[in-house]
């Protein structure tokens, strides 16, 4: 249920239309919460229907004309209620970490490689939310909004340095395996 989530806090942050919102989706909030535009789509038509959020009137109704959509109250208070309820972490489902378990039983042919292919995918994202950090988030922005959103950066920014630093160990352990078993 944390799709149509997502798209109200989107929402409530800026009145979008749906191109727009996919958009904003693919700089900011897909980042920890992917969804493709056809699912964003698809929810909008969800979350109107069920009176959360309303498309904004036009000034010349026209056909394949874009919809802008804003939230309503409804769609706030849905949102407050989610926001403030607990909800358990999920258990980490990671399909790197099977197949090195994997590889310990059948051989760890391509892993190593994948491992540093990983390694590189995260140092660049890692690269990307420090620019990011660095563009969105001077000194001296500190509002209660601009200090959750960095929370929220500083999080991702920790979970790629987690990567980095793990990786780097498995390609230590990697280079100190006996050739024969590095098959």
Same mark, same amino acid.
């Given at each position: ?18 191109? #727009? ?37 036009? #000034? ?33 489902? &990671? ?5 090195? +378990? ?43 909004? &601009? ?21 780097? +160990? ?14």
């Amino acid at each position: 249920m944390s799709l149509p989530h997502a798209i109200l806090t989107a929402l409530l942050e800026k009145p979008s239309s749906g191109l #727009e919102l996919t958009r904003r989706f693919d700089r900011s909030i897909g980042y920890f919460w992917s969804a493709t535009h056809q699912q964003i789509y698809r929810e909008l038509g969800k979350l109107e229907a069920e009176g959360y959020i309303r498309a904004l009137p036009t #000034e010349q109704p026209a056909r394949g004309q874009k919809k802008s959509y804003e939230v309503l109250p409804a769609g706030r208070a849905e949102l407050a209620r989610w926001s403030a309820a607990a909800q358990d972490p999920k258990p980490l489902r &990671d399909v790197l970490l099977l197949r090195l +378990r994997a590889a310990a039983v059948v051989g760890t042919a391509g892993i190593e490689t994948d491992l540093r292919r990983h390694l590189d995918l995260h140092q660049r994202q890692l690269a990307e939310y420090e620019e990011i950090e660095k563009r969105d988030f001077p000194v001296g922005k500190d509002s209660l909004q &601009d200090r959750l959103r960095h929370l929220v950066l500083q999080a991702g920014i920790d979970l790629e340095t987690f990567w980095i630093q793990w990786l780097t +160990r498995a390609l230590e352990e990697f280079a100190d395996l006996p050739a024969e078993e590095s098959r």
